[in-house]
């Protein structure tokens, strides 16, 4: 009797149907309906997109402004392994080097993480150390580390006094001159939440990367000022959702519902407005240009008459041009 007890109490109570609906409520999220082109914060979205070298490399250029632009691109593997065994591996978003030996990780961050300054410092520094060599080692061959940091969010502490700022370099300086004390070490942090631009405002080609990279999510095409680029064709043709295969939308289905889930209800939100924003202004286009065809609809049967036929005026002028021309060759021949 008391086993069979003991057997009762370890059985879970079983939940109501409504109780049921309202905990799976609480953790699926609808997804917003998808555009036409996926959404580079997204996992899936950020490495498909910067995985095509010639994507990767013109907005690299843009970023770190090199004297010397990057002309080719090496994939590394984004799993560095520690020296030792107590010492933790790094993973990276994206990991290359450059044809002249330059390493670059970037990493694309959605969410304020804690500590994130330090694991940004520490990624850059690992890449540092890895260069050494046994032995006679001179250090002057050590090569250039950036580490190019893409944010939706402002990392920035308010006493930098840089509102309106949206790309910051951050590099070792003596801190009374300001001067640049190492070149060889550049952390890069690009806010895309305080990237305000309009479509009007945009001037360099790092401005329309920019602006395509938070808007592209809600683009129906590319903007007319860049739809000639090589670039930014290529960028269209990986981004566009219709050119995806059934595993890789599977793939990017993950990934979406990854980025939601650590979403807060307030962005949520703020995500399907901008959806509902984006279907208005559609919306509001398609109007003005059936109102516009309407004009000239109207313009059109004004002058010539209805779209059936032409009006009774016009018909006689047309039968009395015909009984002409047959007169005239009854008169030749």
Same mark, same amino acid.
């Given at each position: %009797?008391?086993?069979?007890?003991?057997?009762?109490?370890?059985?879970?109570? #079983?939940?109501?149907?409504?109780? *049921?609906?309202?905990?799976?409520?609480?953790?699926?999220?609808?997804?917003?309906?998808?555009?036409?082109?996926?959404?580079? /914060?997204?996992?899936?979205?950020?490495?498909?997109?910067?995985?095509?070298?010639?994507?990767?490399?013109?907005? /690299?250029?843009?970023?770190?402004?090199? =004297?010397?632009?990057?002309?080719?691109?090496?994939?590394?593997?984004?799993?560095?392994?520690?020296?030792?065994?107590?010492?933790?591996?790094?993973?990276?978003?994206?990991?290359?080097?450059?044809?002249?030996?330059?390493?670059?990780?970037?990493? %694309?961050?959605?969410?304020?993480?804690?500590?994130?300054?330090?694991?940004?410092?520490?990624?850059?520094?690992?890449?540092?150390?890895?260069?050494?060599?046994?032995? *006679?080692?001179?250090?002057?061959?050590?090569?250039?580390?950036?580490?190019?940091?893409?944010?939706?969010?402002?990392?920035?502490?308010?006493?930098?006094?840089?509102?309106?700022?949206?790309?910051?370099?951050?590099?070792?300086?003596?801190?009374? =001159?300001?001067?640049?004390?190492?070149?060889?070490?550049?952390?890069?942090?690009?806010?895309?939440?305080?990237?305000? *631009? =309009?479509?009007?405002?945009?001037? =360099?080609?790092?401005?329309?990367?920019?602006?395509?990279? *938070?808007?592209?999510?809600?683009?129906?095409?590319?903007?007319?000022?860049? #739809?000639?680029?090589?670039?930014?064709?290529?960028?269209?043709?990986?981004? &566009?959702?219709?050119? %995806?295969?059934?595993?890789?939308?599977? /793939?990017?289905?993950?990934?979406?519902?990854?980025?939601?889930?650590? %979403?807060?209800?307030?962005?949520?939100? #703020?995500?399907?407005? #901008? &959806? /509902?924003?984006?279907?208005?202004?559609?919306?509001?286009?398609?109007?003005?240009?059936?109102?516009?065809?309407?004009?000239?609809?109207?313009?059109?049967?004004?002058?010539?008459?209805?779209?059936?036929?032409?009006?009774?005026?016009?018909?006689?002028?047309?039968?009395?041009?015909?009984?002409?021309?047959?007169?005239?060759?009854?008169?030749?021949?």
């Amino acid at each position: %009797m008391a086993k069979k007890v003991a057997n009762q109490s370890k059985t879970k109570p #079983k939940r109501t149907i409504a109780e *049921k609906r309202a905990s799976k409520e609480a953790v699926e999220v609808p997804l917003p309906p998808k555009g036409r082109y996926i959404n580079p /914060l997204t996992d899936y979205g950020f490495k498909r997109i910067f995985g095509n070298s010639l994507l990767l490399k013109d907005f /690299l250029n843009c970023v770190l402004e090199l =004297t010397d632009k990057i002309v080719r691109l090496y994939y590394v593997n984004v799993e560095q392994k520690g020296r030792t065994k107590n010492e933790r591996d790094s993973f990276y978003d994206l990991h290359c080097t450059t044809s002249r030996g330059d390493y670059i990780i970037i990493e %694309m961050q959605n969410l304020p993480q804690p500590f994130f300054k330090d694991r940004v410092v520490y990624y850059a520094t690992q890449q540092i150390q890895k260069q050494a060599k046994k032995g *006679k080692w001179d250090f002057k061959q050590r090569a250039a580390v950036y580490s190019v940091n893409l944010l939706n969010f402002k990392i920035s502490d308010d006493e930098d006094n840089d509102k309106g700022e949206y790309h910051h370099c951050v590099q070792l300086m003596y801190k009374k =001159t300001k001067r640049v004390f190492y070149k060889k070490m550049s952390l890069i942090f690009i806010e895309l939440s305080e990237f305000n *631009k =309009t479509e009007e405002e945009l001037k =360099t080609n790092y401005d329309w990367w920019l602006y395509i990279l *938070k808007h592209l999510s809600e683009l129906k095409e590319m903007p007319e000022a860049v #739809k000639r680029s090589r670039v930014f064709k290529q960028l269209s043709e990986e981004a &566009e959702i219709a050119n %995806m295969t059934p595993e890789e939308l599977n /793939l990017y289905d993950i990934s979406l519902k990854n980025l939601f889930n650590q %979403m807060t209800p307030e962005d949520i939100v #703020k995500s399907y407005q #901008k &959806e /509902l924003v984006s279907s208005q202004k559609t919306i509001d286009t398609q109007a003005k240009r059936i109102d516009t065809q309407a004009k000239e609809l109207a313009e059109y049967k004004r002058r010539y008459g209805t779209l059936n036929g032409t009006s009774a005026k016009s018909r006689t002028s047309q039968v009395r041009a015909r009984n002409s021309v047959k007169a005239r060759e009854t008169v030749v021949f």
